[in-house]
């Protein structure tokens, strides 16, 4: 039996809490494992099955595990709470020690829509590349994005591999460009079923979308990323700021 000080100022649930945070933030309890159930947690503890309850509900509230019916509760991917943490997705899981990789599902030149176009302020007849990719973090699929690329910036992109390359890098190491300032805008919304299916998800789970524009030292518009992450695992504070 794990003891817990019956005698101590802090209540018992916060006491497991602390126990199973010092797990995860140690590495003993990775992104995507299940957490003990209510039944286990009790008989460990030997505490009641609402102070175990307690323990779980206020772990994902406080966003650091997911529940899934019928499943159980599970260790959330590090929550991202800067906006370096979807600039760059890349340099971003290899900084929270998670493998980043990606799958790309398009990657092409494409006329962009109006919208698309006063965005990435192109004029009409201009192209642009699209490219969407679900992003993994340790293999697991966490992030679907969808990129509108100016051609005329960097017009051999299309000769790039993005399943294993990170477009900032491609960006600054090949064409000299280099992503300084990012607006982005986060809308809340259900996942439609082709998102749900690329994130493993159910349709109408929750998503945040991330609609984001990154620019130069000089504002010239470098692209347009819509990025959809599994809003149970996620939150964001963002606004404009300085990345170079």
Request: proline share 5%.
């Amino acid at each position: 039996m794990a003891r817990v000080y019956r005698q101590s100022f802090d209540p018992l649930y916060y006491q497991i809490e602390r126990e199973i945070l010092g797990e995860i933030n140690g590495g003993t309890l990775k992104s995507g494992e299940r957490l003990p159930s209510e039944h286990d947690i009790a008989e460990k503890y030997q505490v009641s099955r609402i102070t175990a309850r307690r323990v779980l509900v206020d772990l994902v509230k406080q966003g650091v595990a997911y529940s899934e019916q019928g499943r159980g509760t599970f260790v959330a991917m590090p929550r991202i709470r800067e906006i370096s943490g979807f600039l760059s997705y890349s340099q971003d899981m290899l900084a929270r020690g998670l493998k980043p990789s990606s799958r790309v599902l398009i990657f092409d030149t494409v006329d962009p829509d109006a919208a698309i176009r006063e965005r990435l302020q192109i004029k009409d007849g201009e192209k642009a590349f699209c490219l969407k990719r679900v992003r993994l973090a340790n293999d697991k699929p966490v992030v679907l994005e969808t990129a509108h690329i100016p051609v005329n910036l960097c017009p051999d992109l299309a000769n790039e591999d993005f399943s294993v390359s990170s477009l900032y890098i491609v960006l600054r190491e090949k064409f000299g460009i280099f992503p300084t300032w990012a607006d982005a805008e986060i809308v809340a919304a259900q996942a439609t079923a082709e998102e749900a299916f690329h994130l493993g998800m159910k349709p109408d789970m929750p998503v945040l979308y991330a609609d984001r524009l990154t620019y130069t030292r000089t504002f010239t518009v470098i692209e347009t990323v819509r990025s959809v992450y599994c809003g149970d695992r996620f939150s964001f504070y963002t606004g404009r700021q300085y990345i170079g």
